[in-house]
């Protein structure tokens, strides 16, 4: 099974028929999207690489303008090869006519009060800016477009990464750059840049394959800001990521369950009429009023939302209630009260309270009680913290399988309320 960026158009190669052969048959290559999706949710990188769910979304609005900008700078950097330099104009052109061409109503926006000309302008600008800033592009000599290139992670070959370098080029001296568009409305800190790991992963690839290699300088093209962000990456950072990718893939090929992960990201998922999550609300916001209020789980969150505001304020009444009590025994110094039918009981006891872990004398409260020789009579099990150890792999498998015993499956169910 490959990633889905390996549905990308191939121009050139990075890959020979030596490294072709070298991945064993029916191995899965992965890639930094593939990781990148499991990391992000279990859930969708399920509906997406193991379920291969078909959807009504195709893609966001953000997805479809990325693509029609790389298309662009393709076409720009291929004719460039072919002693052809475009007049930005008819990049432009070739823009729009792309945009028309692949424009299609299941493409999903998911920003309110704008629509897909707001993003069409968006791509026309970016497209500008760089032209302006690179014209007449010969910063250095490009050698290839979507190049593909295969990286063995490990000795042996089992496992490999595949990817696409949107376009490698040679500064001379032996330093090769990796460049990449990025049409993202946010601009990262250098601290994120200098921990990426998609063109760390490619630069082992060019580092191997070019014998004159002294330098590889990973360039990402933030074009909604007209900024370049670089950073560089040694051999001891470069193995120490082959580790780390290796470990993230033995993580997803382990995986028992595949839970869903709310984010940020959510908002843009292709998936949401499948998600538990989110299936509910996919369906409903296409009901009109009438019948979205009439929907059987609307109706139910409403009257739950209804019921806990009122016992909130129950609550608040309960309180002040219970506090005038108190104040009413100790004024008349009292235990018991006297209703109509009902007599009510002021309990009292005076007692020691220690310390607890969020005060700011606990710590030397627990060095007291260790050094008495009291710690192994009164210290217990932190049950709620084992087991979110339990539930996120923090524990070695080998402990694991022996605590696992003392254990029992229970599913706990609750309700949270919160804001659409």
């Known amino acids: 099974m490959l990633s889905m960026s ?8 990075l890959v020979d028929a030596k490294d072709e052969s070298s991945i064993k048959k029916g191995q899965t290559i992965y890639s930094h999207s593939r990781i990148s999706t499991f990391e992000n949710c279990p859930l969708q990188f399920k509906f997406s690489y193991i379920d291969g769910l078909e959807t ?4 966001s609005v953000e997805s479809f303008l990325g693509k029609r900008v790389h298309d662009v700078f393709e076409k720009l950097y291929k004719d460039l090869k072919f002693q052809k330099q475009n007049s930005l104009q008819e990049l432009l052109d070739y823009y729009h006519d792309d945009w ?18 707001n993003f069409r302008k968006m791509g026309e600008k970016f497209i500008t800016d760089y032209y302006e800033r690179y014209h007449p592009f010969d910063q250095a000599r490009t050698i290839g477009i979507e190049m593909r290139l295969l990286i063995k992670l490990d000795a042996i070959g089992e496992y490999a990464l595949q990817g696409f370098i949107d376009r490698l080029s040679d500064a001379g001296d032996g330093v090769y750059e990796i460049h990449d568009y990025k049409t993202a409305n ?3 800190e250098q601290e994120k840049i200098d921990s990426d790991r998609q063109l760390a992963l490619y630069s082992i690839a060019v580092r191997e394959k070019f014998r004159d290699c002294k330098k590889v300088i990973l360039i990402w093209h933030y074009l909604a800001f007209d900024k370049e962000l670089r950073s560089e990456r040694t051999e001891a950072q470069l193995d120490r990521l082959r580790k780390d990718t290796v470990e993230a893939i033995k993580k997803i090929e382990t995986a028992k369950e595949f839970l869903p992960k709310e984010s940020a990201l959510c908002d843009w998922c292709v998936f949401q009429e499948h998600c538990p999550r989110y299936a509910h609300k996919y369906v409903t ?8 209020l009439a929907d059987d789980g ?12 009122k016992e909130e304020e129950l609550q608040k009444k309960i309180k002040e209630v219970h506090d005038n009590i108190i104040l009413f025994s100790q004024q008349k110094k009292l235990d018991k009260i006297y209703g109509s039918d009902i007599k009510l009981t002021v309990w009292k006891k005076a007692c020691v309270k220690f310390p607890s872990k969020t005060d700011f004398n ?11 020789g009291l710690w192994d009579k009164f210290s217990m099990v932190d049950k709620f913290k084992l087991e979110k150890s339990f539930e996120n792999i ?10 696992v015993q003392f254990g029992r499956k229970e599913l706990i169910q609750r309700l949270y309320l919160a804001k659409r």
């Not at 390996?6 to 190669?13: G, H, L, Q």
């Open 298 to 309: 609307v109706k139910l969150v409403n009257d739950y939302a209804s019921l806990k505001a």
């Open 285 to 292: 916001d296409k009901k009109a009023p009438e019948e979205f």
């Open 6 to 13: 390996s549905e990308r158009a191939v121009n050139d190669s």
């Open 186 to 188: 946010t601009l990262p």
């Open 362 to 372: 606990y710590y030397e409260f627990e060095k007291t009680i260790k050094e008495v």
């Open 56 to 59: 009504e979304i195709e893609e």
């Open 100 to 117: 028309k061409k692949n424009w299609n109503e299941n493409i999903l926006i998911v920003r309110k009060g704008y629509d897909q000309d």
């Open 394 to 403: 923090e524990i070695s498998p080998d402990l694991m399988e022996k605590l």
